[in-house]
């Protein structure tokens, strides 16, 4: 329960005022519902006693304003006030019940969107960041369930307020009969509440674990499609995946379960205990139209509370089972980065230099804090218009090199600085993002999204904001035109999940119709024609080639036929070692 409690705190810290406001108005709405409800209660009992012709209940305080009417003028007024609160009361829950779910909806995009950009859209890459399983499963799984966990704890809020009013209600009409009630079914729900709370929480552990898995396999079975049919896999990921889902889907169900347990021991205890005060009062020979007005307002009053009682149980149960979901959530909130997400990447750098002083850069065991030196002070120099070829053996740190100078990564020690300015110092941030903005960076398998070609060479951009023309010309370029001009929706064609429709060369090829179109004055290719056959990667060599003359390139390539076109060769394996 704590701990249940400090993410709800954790959680209202992270809200703005705006969210703040919304919520205050959700407890107004819980106040005038509470009063709602023990206006009707006091309704009641004069009700019964009226219909009973009861005069010492029909001198009850709650009416002793209509004293001076006759009985059938006061049970029409009680009868029309009642059909009047029960109505009003119910459309202001509506209403208090559409303002929760959109004020939780609302939380939980300010929470997904925060953590989306902490952890999918950061200021650096990470090479330690965890499994992406856990973070869509954060994203999906989790969030819905922080949600739900918000909106059951303004339930849980507003059926606590309703209970004090009713409770109050019924003690000021009958205070030592309706004590004892309100103690039998308060004490149901404490005991069955701590009889399960270990359970559940060991519920929301299984939950978290399992969601987690369920998305690892499915990302795994898409990933690995092909090994997996070509070496017959399917019956293993099968049980695999069966067993996972079951036991994600047996703990939820067991966590329904729970929550549904003590509405059905209130349920038959109400009914034993208002038979037992009939018979009680019966065989003592009390005045049966005093214990009628009586049995029929507490009923009254046991209708009205048990949804309330229930609705805090198995909202906090909710809460309880969740919370291993919820904390995680709220952990990854904790992990904040130093970088607006609101960038200014309208700045402009007239680029004449990029140098690499100095740098140190290693990878560190998370278990063993073992250090992997790739880089001891090392230095580069790349001036404009310069077209560089870094070669070296797998593992001499090609891909680390362009990741440190295109910025998506930090030096352990030393300084990147473009045109003599330190691009991650604190002062320069929008620098950084300005020249991020200024090159275009190609990998060597491309990340395609399952959209059309159009989409994919005119990465990022609106639909509405695409250049046709620049999009066709960066094709031609790319030695990708005609096979798009052969297929039937052309530049609208579907190329699949990951590009695959496509083979390998022309995915790399719409990769290069991309860099292209981004009209950028440096480009950065890590080993663009791995894939293509020696005709066609000679053709996109002399294009290259044929570049403006103040493009900078930096290529990772082995090829002699890119190597030619270089002015300048860097060897990871000769000009630079470890010591």
């Known amino acids: 329960?704590?701990?249940?409690?400090?993410?709800?705190?954790?959680?209202?810290?992270?809200?703005?005022?705006?969210?703040?406001?919304?919520?205050?108005?959700?407890?107004?709405?819980?106040?005038?519902?509470?009063?709602?409800?023990?206006?009707?209660?006091?309704?009641?009992?004069?009700?019964?006693?009226?219909?009973t012709a009861n005069q010492e209940?029909?001198?009850?305080?709650?009416?002793?304003?209509?004293?001076?009417?006759?009985?059938?003028?006061?049970?029409?007024?009680?009868?029309?006030?009642?059909?009047?609160?029960?109505?009003?009361?119910?459309?202001?829950?509506?209403?208090?019940?559409?303002?929760i779910n959109r004020i939780s909806a609302s939380i939980g995009t300010l929470i997904g969107v925060e953590i989306f950009s902490e952890q999918a859209l950061a200021k650096y890459y990470d090479y330690d960041k965890e499994d992406s399983s856990l973070i869509i499963s954060a994203l999906t799984n989790q969030l819905f369930s922080t949600v739900t966990s918000i909106i059951n704890f303004l339930k849980a809020l507003s059926s606590i307020l309703v209970c004090i009013f009713i409770t109050a209600g019924l003690l000021i009409l009958d205070f030592k009969k309706n004590l004892i009630a309100i103690i039998l079914f308060l004490s149901i729900y404490l005991i069955t509440y701590l009889s399960i709370e270990d359970r559940l929480k060991k519920i929301s552990?299984?939950?978290?674990?399992?969601?987690?898995?369920?998305?690892?396999?499915i990302k795994d079975v898409i990933g690995a499609n092909k090994e997996i049919l070509s070496n017959n896999l399917q019956p293993n990921f099968r049980e695999k995946y069966k067993f996972i889902d079951w036991e994600l889907r047996r703990a939820k169900a067991n966590s329904g379960t729970f929550?549904?347990?003590?509405?059905?021991?209130?349920?038959?205890?109400?009914?034993?205990?208002?038979?037992?005060?009939?018979?009680?009062?019966?065989?003592?020979?009390?005045?049966?139209?005093a214990i009628i007005s009586y049995i029929g307002s507490l009923a009254f009053g046991i209708q009205r509370i048990m949804p309330s009682l229930q609705t805090i149980y198995a909202s906090w149960s909710y809460i309880i089972g969740e919370t291993a979901s919820v904390s995680n959530i709220v952990n990854l909130l904790n992990f904040r980065n130093d970088s607006p997400i609101n960038i200014n990447i309208k700045n402009k750098i007239d680029f004449s230099s990029l140098e690499l002083k100095d740098i140190d850069f290693y990878y560190e065991n998370s278990e063993t804090k073992k250090r992997k030196y790739i880089f001891k002070k090392?230095?580069?120099?790349?001036?404009?218009?310069?077209?560089?070829?870094?070669?070296?053996?797998?593992?001499?740190?090609?891909?680390?090199?362009?990741?440190l100078i295109t910025g998506i990564i930090k030096p352990k020690a030393g300084i990147i600085n473009i045109n003599n300015k330190n691009i991650h110092k604190t002062q320069n941030i929008s620098f950084l993002y300005a020249w991020r903005n200024y090159y275009s960076y190609l990998p060597q398998k491309p990340y395609l999204t399952e959209g059309t070609i159009l989409e994919n060479i005119a990465f990022s951009e609106n639909t509405k904001e695409f250049n046709f023309f620049r999009v066709k010309e960066c094709a031609k370029k790319a030695k990708i035109y005609e096979f798009i001009n052969s297929l039937p929706n052309k530049f609208k064609t579907k190329i699949g999940e990951m590009g695959s429709k496509l083979s390998g060369g022309q995915a790399q090829r719409i990769g290069l119709a991309r860099a292209l179109y981004s009209n950028k004055e440096?480009?950065?290719?890590?080993?663009?024609?791995?894939?293509?056959?020696?005709?066609?990667?000679?053709?996109?060599?002399?294009?290259?080639?044929?570049?403006?003359?103040?493009?900078?390139?930096?290529?990772?390539?082995?090829?002699?036929?890119?190597?030619?076109?270089?002015n300048r060769i860097i060897d990871l394996d000769t000009d630079y070692k470890l010591s």
């Open 378 to 403: 090392f230095k580069l120099l790349v001036k404009k218009g310069e077209r560089i070829a870094i070669v070296g053996k797998t593992g001499t740190g090609k891909s680390t090199l362009i990741d």
């Open 1 to 51: 329960m704590k701990r249940s409690l400090q993410n709800i705190i954790k959680i209202w810290k992270l809200l703005d005022n705006k969210h703040r406001d919304k919520l205050f108005l959700i407890i107004i709405f819980m106040f005038i519902i509470s009063v709602g409800e023990i206006l009707t209660l006091f309704c009641i009992k004069p009700l019964i006693a009226l219909i």
């Open 522 to 566: 440096i480009i950065i290719m890590d080993e663009v024609t791995s894939s293509l056959d020696e005709k066609t990667e000679r053709e996109i060599i002399e294009t290259i080639n044929d570049f403006d003359p103040n493009m900078t390139l930096i290529i990772i390539s082995h090829k002699k036929s890119f190597l030619e076109i270089c």
């Open 205 to 217: 552990e299984i939950i978290k674990i399992k969601s987690e898995s369920q998305i690892k396999i």
């Open 57 to 99: 209940s029909t001198n009850n305080f709650s009416i002793s304003i209509l004293n001076q009417f006759d009985n059938n003028y006061k049970l029409i007024f009680l009868g029309i006030t009642i059909v009047i609160l029960i109505i009003s009361l119910n459309s202001i829950k509506i209403i208090y019940l559409w303002q």
């Open 259 to 289: 929550k549904i347990i003590p509405r059905l021991i209130i349920e038959a205890s109400a009914i034993t205990f208002l038979v037992t005060i009939a018979i009680f009062n019966n065989l003592e020979k009390s005045n049966s139209i």
